[in-house]
Nanobody, 126 residues
C-alpha cells in the first residue's frame, strides 16, 4: 500500500514562510507526476502546483505564482516532493494535500491523481 505522508504545516504570520514535504513510502508507479492541492473550509479542493517526474516541468496556480516553489528528489526507493511557500497571505490558509499521478507529466485536476496524502494544515495569521 503506497502512502504519501505530508509534513511541515503550521501557524505562521502573514509574510512568513513554510516548507511542506511529502514522502512516498514506495514508488507507486514507474514514473509519476506529483502535485500539491489545498482545501479551505467550505471550498472545493484547488490546484496549487505540480511537477513532472523528471522535475523539468512545473506549473502553478496564478494565486501562488512567484511566491511558491515546487521541487522533488527522486531517490532509489522513495520520492520526496517539497513546496516552499514564501510571502504567505491569510488567504493561503487551508489543508494542503500531496498527490501522485500514474502518469509522468503535469496535471491540474484531482481526478488525474491516484494517491493522496492525509493533508497538513497551514494557517496564516494577519
Amino acid at each position: 500500500q503506497v502512502q504519501l505522508v505530508e509534513s511541515g504545516g503550521g501557524l505562521v504570520q502573514a509574510g512568513g514562510s513554510l516548507r511542506l514535504s511529502c514522502e512516498a513510502s514506495e514508488r507507486p508507479f514507474t514514473k509519476y507526476g506529483m502535485a500539491w492541492f489545498r482545501q479551505a473550509p467550505g471550498k472545493e479542493r484547488e490546484f496549487v502546483a505540480a511537477i513532472s517526474w523528471s522535475g523539468s516541468s512545473t506549473d502553478y496556480a496564478d494565486s501562488v505564482k512567484d511566491r511558491f516553489t515546487i521541487s522533488r528528489v527522486n531517490a532509489l526507493i522513495t520520492v520526496t516532493v517539497y513546496l516552499q511557500m514564501n510571502s504567505l497571505k491569510p488567504e493561503d490558509t487551508a489543508v494542503y494535500y500531496c498527490a501522485a499521478s500514474s502518469r509522468s507529466g503535469v496535471y491540474y485536476s484531482p481526478p488525474e491523481y491516484n494517491y493522496w496524502g492525509q493533508g497538513t494544515q497551514v494557517t496564516v495569521s494577519s
